[in-house]
């Protein structure tokens, strides 16, 4: 274990379905034990599989000293169980977790917040809950201030607070516990773009100091960049843990599963469902399915759909899609009621079509989502319906791409330069944006 930060063993975790957690006596504790052995006692059996659901299922991987590691997965795949056993706010059923250093956990919006405290005692109450003594969070109070951002509602109750206020606070205490390892959910997403790059910035610190970094993320585009290794967990097991390029890739490639429609099975939709989408797919200029594209070159995005029979369809029907590097950021959107007239008729059942000339991206994992609106009532909306795989492509014509860095950005436009003198009467070089030299 000396080289390892954490080591993690057949680790299991079994949740009842239907079980609520309310607040509870000791009293009502002993009598709910009590009703249940006896229930499985006249039942005849001691466990009902068909009741229960393991949210990890003999989950094994070592993570070294030092090492940036993120966790890919889809909703409900047990990530964020995995890290509440590893931050030790849950027990595993079976299995177990060996850390080497203490742990600085920021997993949800409100983790060891209260409402009615302000910013100021929240910061104690969290960083107490961290392990923190009160002299290191008075030493380190102003750092922790500056860091988040949010110096002037210090004094003001948190439930005054923005989502996103919330999250620097608790992420601006979690950086400064200063611990060997560090664990990040997805609750990054909730900020802004500057402090998401600030965030990202610390957790690079963290990691150069040779302490650990264990980070949750459905953006694709940062677990390639931050972290060069990753795990990959499906139901509750792991599926692959290596190099993060080869991982997402083999992620991506198993999000397709059920004939290219990334819609199969999916429950986790908003809206009134009077239209609801039943198959979506992107295919390249030669028509063929696929969530790998080539920067530059041609992408139709297809959604399928079907309208119950009380829709009322002398409604327009708009459709939205929006590539980004998240569920909240997005980077460019192909809105039917923007780009042309819209769509002028609505078949009970039909087909959308989003014909895009030229993809305007940097290489990259960019998370594509929809919404379909009848009217102006939204009828479905998916926020992580696939992710879309941009591949290296000649968008410019002439063989180059701007460096892959957050400075340039991940967005290509078609442009010329020209260099004349100062009066302007001597045109010596024209570079035009199809790399011909004029």
């Avoid at 070294?64 to 795949?77: D, E, F, L, S």
């Amino acid at each position: 274990m000396s080289d390892l930060a954490i080591s993690v063993q057949d680790l299991r975790k079994r949740y009842k379905l239907g079980q609520r957690g309310g607040y509870r006596v000791l009293g009502d504790a002993f009598r709910a034990a009590g009703r249940s052995i006896a229930r499985r006692a006249r039942d005849g059996r001691l466990s009902d599989p068909a009741r229960y659901v393991w949210a990890l299922d003999g989950v094994s991987f070592d993570v070294p000293q030092g090492g940036i590691i993120g966790v890919i997965g889809r909703n409900g795949a047990g990530k964020s169980t995995l890290l509440k056993i590893i931050s030790g706010i849950t027990d595993p059923t079976e299995g177990r977790v060996e850390l080497r250093g203490r742990v600085g956990a920021l997993l949800e919006v409100g983790t060891g917040f209260h409402l009615e405290l302000t910013g100021r005692e929240n910061v104690y109450l969290n960083g107490s809950i961290l392990g923190m003594g009160r002299r290191e969070i008075e030493r380190k109070f102003d750092d922790i201030v500056e860091f988040s951002g949010v110096s002037r509602f210090m004094e003001t109750p948190l439930k005054f607070y923005s989502t996103g206020m919330a999250v620097r606070l608790g992420f601006a205490v979690a950086a400064n516990l200063e611990p060997e390892i560090l664990v990040v959910d997805e609750v990054l997403s909730v900020g802004d773009v500057e402090f998401q790059e600030r965030c990202l910035g610390k957790m690079r610190d963290v990691a150069s100091g040779g302490r650990t970094v264990l980070f949750v993320s459905h953006n694709m585009e940062a677990i390639s960049m931050f972290c060069p290794n990753s795990v990959w967990l499906e139901a509750g097991k792991v599926q692959a843990y290596g190099p993060s390029g080869e991982v997402i890739a083999r992620y991506v490639e198993a999000s397709r599963a059920g004939g290219g429609n990334w819609l199969a099975g999916y429950s986790h939709r908003e809206g009134t469902g009077v239209v609801r989408a039943t198959s979506l797919h992107v295919e390249r200029a030669d028509g063929a399915a696929s969530d790998s594209i080539e920067s530059g070159s041609p992408m139709r995005i297809v959604l399928e759909y079907e309208a119950t029979d009380d829709a009322d369809l002398s409604q327009p029907l708009t459709v939205n899609f929006v590539l980004g590097a998240s569920a909240n950021s997005g980077i460019v959107s192909f809105m039917s009621d923007v780009a042309g007239p819209g769509l002028e008729r609505t078949p009970r059942r039909g087909r959308v079509i989003c014909d895009i000339p030229s993809l305007p991206l940097m290489p990259g994992h960019y998370n594509l989502q929809f919404s379909v609106l009848l009217g102006r009532l939204l009828a479905d909306k998916v926020h992580q319906a696939a992710t879309v795989v941009v591949t290296w492509g000649d968008f410019f014509g002439t063989g180059r791409l701007p460096p892959q860095t957050a400075l340039y950005g991940p967005v290509l436009a078609s442009h010329t330069f020209s260099i004349e003198d100062a009066d302007g009467s001597f045109p010596s070089l024209n570079v035009a944006s199809s790399g011909e030299w004029r």
